[in-house]
């Protein structure tokens, strides 16, 4: 459920080093089923703590850049939040409303929080055929267009 921006290491003039970022929907179900998983272990089935995370109807959907480099978090965390977008055809971009961020294994995680179900946001269908997450760091934009058709699990769109 999500991918990553694949590219090179090579630094020329003409092409800018490259980074590999890895971009997810942490409420999409096999996400939070993976999560579950590695904190309950065996446990997982039998697990309220886990039944309960996994059954929750989320009211944002948060998508997280793994990996980034830390140089491209240097600044205002708040401020954040309104370099990143989610962009449905046919709608007004979306603001995160919230991010967070942790460091991880490879760089740096960030976590960006749209909202879904409030007044006057837009919940996203199959329908909706693509939504592209937009961000710009620096000088550095990152893009990842995600084909809804792609992300059904179990007949339900999981984003």
């Given at each position: 459920m999500g991918g990553g921006a694949r590219g090179g290491g090579i630094s020329t003039p003409e092409a800018p080093p490259s980074q590999?970022?890895?971009?997810?929907?942490?409420?999409?179900?096999p996400v939070k089923q993976a999560v579950a998983r590695m904190r309950y272990g065996n446990e997982v089935?039998?697990?309220?703590?886990?039944a309960k995370n996994l059954s929750r109807?989320?009211?944002?959907?948060?998508?997280?850049?793994?990996?980034?480099?830390?140089?491209?978090?240097?600044g205002n965390?708040?401020?954040?939040?309104?370099?990143?977008?989610?962009?449905i055809k046919g709608r007004p971009p979306v603001e995160a409303e919230a991010v967070q961020t942790d460091k991880g294994e490879r760089g740096v995680n960030l976590y960006l929080f749209f909202p879904k179900v409030q007044?006057?946001?837009?919940?996203?269908?199959l329908e909706d055929s693509e939504v592209?997450?937009?961000?710009?760091?620096?000088?550095?934009?990152?893009?990842?267009?995600?084909?809804?058709?792609?992300?059904?699990?179990?007949?339900?769109?999981?984003?």
């Open positions: 590999t970022v890895l971009i997810r929907w942490h409420t999409a179900l089935a039998s697990s309220p703590e886990a109807e989320e009211k944002q959907y948060i998508v997280g850049i793994i990996g980034l480099p830390p140089m491209m978090m240097r965390p708040a401020k954040l939040k309104s370099l990143a977008l989610l962009k007044p006057g946001s837009h919940v996203i269908t592209e997450l937009s961000m710009k760091l620096g000088s550095t934009e990152i893009r990842r267009r995600f084909k809804l058709k792609d992300m059904v699990f179990d007949g339900k769109l999981e984003i």
